[in-house]
């Protein structure tokens, strides 16, 4: 499969260091908060650790060290209409070395970018070098959302399900790949989801690492078995335990943005606490995510602005469109799931999941959590190559 890249603007990433200095500049000035005795992760992030890491950010960090790891990948931009306005769509596109391998789309969620993906994108295309066999690679073109990582935003917020849209037209028109696989987490998961549903022609296959989209569910549905009911409590009681996030974003991004755009230890601080938190780690537990990683995620996230852009997604699911199928519809196109424990929300029971999608592989491990394509890159690209063996 030929993936035409003369489309694409080919650029390596590359920090100002007048935008390195201010944020230094920033960070010198932190004002820790007051916290309660012995809090740990119990109230948010744990300030002792990140005073720690705030400290390492300023003296033992290398920025360029991490920046130069980031450009061992080839990057592009792709010009996609939104509305009218143009904007300019992140992508990594590494092919395999066999030319008829399938293509493979990947796309993360919040508050990921493709930094959680460059290992599951090397052993998808590279699988010779991690001990697999090279007759399995296949090529990949990972992508980041609208106005998450080094994608630009949209002049508004954008629903997933028109974001779907924007892939079909990137990967049919301008890379002119007519069929490909889709593999999302998180967001990733319900844009990719919506892919398969409204481009099923275009779709070999959908692989998912969350559930996307919610079946719908009335007096003429099946009755909810006992496992799906205890999923459901199960769930409700995380949203209200630690959905707070969710409702700040859908409600109001600006007003949090203040601080995401002022701070980058209040930036580093609501990041850390989601990578920490739904990784599977207890309260009086380090984060799962080494510290180099996490600041390379911060630091890119501070100098190019937009983490405030990538939460627009939450407001645009909430007040212009959500993640349910209607009644009757169903996603036909073979799906597998690759689910992993830890993460914000509990595994769901296949049978909920069937619900809504033709499931023909569903994989599930102990831990991984919602970065799972990142603390567990191994087992998440297994299951890709099954699924898409067994789709071929």
């Not at 935003?153 to 037209?169: E, I, K, S, V, Y």
């Not at 549905?221 to 995380?238: D, F």
């Amino acid at each position: 499969m030929t993936i035409r890249l003369d489309r694409l603007e080919r650029f390596d990433i590359h920090t100002p260091q007048s935008s390195l200095d201010e944020m230094q500049a920033r960070l010198a000035r932190y004002r820790p908060p007051t916290e309660p005795v012995d809090a740990g992760w119990r109230y948010g992030v744990d300030g002792t650790w990140l005073k720690s890491l705030i400290a390492y950010w300023q003296d033992g960090f290398d920025w360029r060290a991490a920046e130069a790891r980031l450009n061992q990948w080839p990057h592009y931009r792709a010009r996609l209409d939104v509305g009218g306005r143009e904007i300019a769509v992140h992508l990594i596109v590494q092919h395999a070395a066999r030319a008829d391998a399938p293509v493979v789309l990947l796309t993360p969620g919040w508050p990921s970018s493709l930094i959680e993906y460059h290992e599951l994108i090397g052993r998808l295309s590279m699988p010779e070098r991690y001990g697999g066999r090279a007759t399995d690679a296949v090529h990949v073109v990972a992508a980041e959302l609208p106005g998450f990582g080094l994608s630009e935003a949209p002049a508004a917020p954008m629903t997933h399900r028109a974001m779907a849209g924007l892939w079909r037209t990137l990967m049919v028109d301008i890379l002119e790949v007519p069929r490909f696989f889709m593999h999302g987490g998180d967001w990733g998961s319900v844009t990719g989801s919506w892919l398969a549903f409204d481009h099923p022609d275009c779709v070999r296959g959908l692989h998912l690492s969350m559930l996307g989209l919610r079946p719908a569910i009335d007096r003429e549905a099946a009755p909810l078995g006992e496992a799906e009911i205890g999923w459901l409590t199960a769930t409700k009681k995380r949203l209200d335990a630690d959905g707070g996030y969710r409702e700040l974003q859908a409600t109001k991004p600006t007003t949090l943005a203040v601080a995401l755009s002022d701070s980058p230890a209040a930036l580093a601080a609501w990041l850390i606490e989601k990578y920490h938190g739904w990784s599977g780690q207890e309260v009086d537990e380090d984060p799962a995510i080494d510290r180099d990683q996490l600041l390379t995620a911060a630091t890119l996230y501070w100098t190019l602005g937009n983490l405030p852009t990538a939460n627009w997604i939450y407001w645009a699911d909430r007040n212009l469109g959500n993640f349910g199928l209607a009644k009757g519809e169903r996603i036909e196109i073979p799906t597998g799931f690759s689910m992993h424990g830890g993460g914000f929300f509990p595994i769901a029971p296949r049978c909920w999941a069937e619900r809504a999608y033709n499931v023909v592989q569903w994989d599930e491990h102990p831990a991984g959590g919602h970065f799972a394509a990142w603390l567990m890159p191994e087992p998440v690209a297994a299951s890709l190559f099954r699924f898409i063996s067994a789709c071929r």
